[in-house]
């Protein structure tokens, strides 16, 4: 069966630079949540969209963004890189927003240097 | 608001012994429950769901867990753990918002 896409899953950047995560949901799933997990840590809902929209947002600094575009993948786009930004960053996606299961992506490691 | 509670931050345990990770969590409303498990460098895989109906859930790999709603519990259980268990665990709640608000995780460590 397929399951959720991540691209790419490693990057290393320096500190100031953009990056842009990829995240491609299970075919006729059109509700996608971004997760940030640090190490050690539990992960942190960031924001997620339903049907191309914004429909919950967590604690996601300003210098990211996010959007879904019209066929449902999804990108989280990160600039002013920093330090505490490395982490695992797992996409989910599920049916629609009354779907209780989400089913996550293998995840992007994402490194600062 | 809802969270969740893992009160052990790591368990060690021998191969084929029983296990329990404890799992507490609080809301307001009804919730929905898992658990999902993380091997080493990689993504997050369900274990189990509570949505409704018999409170004894059974997993994959052999596990089950019990939603106990006086208690407002959902321990995880399994009865005889192998080497290849060793794992972090992660229990997780989702209630009327759509997103997932997940524990601090539970380290399972099966020794020989």
Redesign the interface.
């Known amino acids: 069966a397929a399951g959720v896409i991540q691209s790419p899953r490693h990057l290393i950047k320096e500190k100031r630079e953009t990056a842009t995560l990829k995240c491609y949901p299970i075919p006729r799933h059109d509700t996608v949540y971004w997760y940030q997990q640090g190490p050690g840590q539990d992960p942190q809902f960031l924001i997620s969209f339903y049907e191309k929209m914004q429909s919950d947002k967590g604690s996601i600094p300003d210098r990211f963004s996010a959007q879904q575009f019209s066929d449902y993948h999804s990108e989280l786009n990160m600039s002013s890189l920093e330090l505490g930004d490395s982490a695992l960053y797992f996409c989910a996606s599920s049916l629609d927003l009354r779907d209780s299961e989400q089913y996550f992506g293998p995840g992007t490691r994402l490194t600062v240097t | 608001a809802q969270s969740v509670t893992q009160l052990d931050s790591q368990v060690p345990v021998f191969e084929e012994a029983p296990v329990e990770l404890r799992c507490n969590y609080s809301s307001s409303v009804s919730v929905?429950l898992?658990w999902?498990v993380q091997y080493p460098n990689?993504?997050?895989?369900?274990l189990l769901?509570y949505?409704s109906g018999s409170t004894l859930v059974k997993g994959i790999n052999g596990f089950e867990a019990e939603f106990n709603k006086s208690q407002t519990s959902f321990h995880l259980r399994k009865p005889s753990v192998h080497i290849s268990d060793t794992a972090e665990y992660?229990c997780a709640v989702?209630s009327s918002?759509?997103?997932?608000?997940?524990?601090?995780?539970t380290r399972l460590a099966v020794r020989p």
Do not use: A, P
Request: glycine share 20%; proline share 0%; net charge positive.
């Open positions: 929905y898992f999902y990689q993504g997050l895989q369900l769901k949505l992660f989702k918002g759509d997103k997932l608000t997940f524990g601090t995780g």
